[in-house]
DNA sequence: AGCACA
């Protein structure tokens, strides 16, 4: 089961994903995990039959990509294990930002209709899909995840969550409410000398990282997007 | 299983 005779690549391929979630939440989540191993610039999914189930996470650097492969292979993603590979060529937005790309042309697809070559270069900035539409998520929620801002690494995968930016007033219960419909759930740790942060104890850690996903930016407040994490050991 | 850039 090696990852197979690829090449190291700053864009890992990934497979067996599951099918049933919707593109703009899966690239959402998949920034969420693997933002932890470097800057990323692009994430490519699509939903077209050939497709499906798989997602390309381009990486400033091939060194975030082997950390990537490595540690997160087979993590229980949306209930299935991740299948993780170097992708076979170089993404295209590797290649703009080494001044290398040229819009494709040849290969099989032949029906492309006239391309202007000024291309707004800016046509595809953003990794980070907007707009989280699954049931906690409320309005826009990728507050933490600007690449480029405080940029700490992240811990590594933890059963416990750490929970910062939380208005004061946010009570045990609030956070059970909204923690406590992912599966493994245990218990919510406020920290009453540190109002604002507190600490969320799941089963194991695929369980806390699916309701990490889920929740990031979850805004109890309309100023508080919750930033969540794993714990550090 | 399936390697693209909607």
């Known amino acids: 089961m090696l990852s197979g005779d690829i090449p190291p690549n700053q864009t890992i391929y990934i497979k067996n ?3 049933k979630i919707k593109k703009d939440e899966l690239k959402r989540s998949l920034y969420c995990l693997f933002s932890q191993y470097g800057r990323i610039l692009d994430i490519i999914a699509l939903k077209t039959p050939k497709l499906r189930g798989q997602a390309w996470v381009c990486f400033s650097e091939v060194t ?9 292979q087979n993590f229980p993603f949306y209930e299935k294990p991740m299948r993780i590979q170097y992708a076979k060529t170089k993404s295209d937005c590797i290649a703009k930002e080494e001044g290398s790309f040229v819009p494709r042309e040849k290969k099989k697809k032949q029906e492309e209709k006239a391309e202007k070559k000024k291309y707004a270069d800016e046509s595809k900035q953003s990794a980070v899909p907007n707009g989280g539409t699954h049931g906690a998520s409320n309005g826009g929620s990728t507050a933490s995840f600007r690449p480029g801002s405080g940029a700490q690494e992240a811990a590594a995968p933890n059963n416990i969550l750490f929970i ?19 599966p493994g759930f245990k218990e919510v740790r406020l920290i009453e000398a540190k109002p604002g942060i507190a600490f969320v104890d799941f089963e194991d850690d695929g369980q806390s990282s699916m309701a990490m996903q889920a929740l990031q930016g979850f805004k109890i407040t309309p100023q508080n997007p919750m930033i969540i994490n794993f714990a550090k050991k």
């Open 17 to 19: 994903l599951n099918e």
């Open 164 to 182: 910062e930016n939380l208005p004061y007033e946010t009570t045990g219960r609030m956070l059970e409410m909204l923690f406590e419909q992912y």
């Open 64 to 72: 975030a990509a082997s950390n990537a492969v490595r540690q997160m």
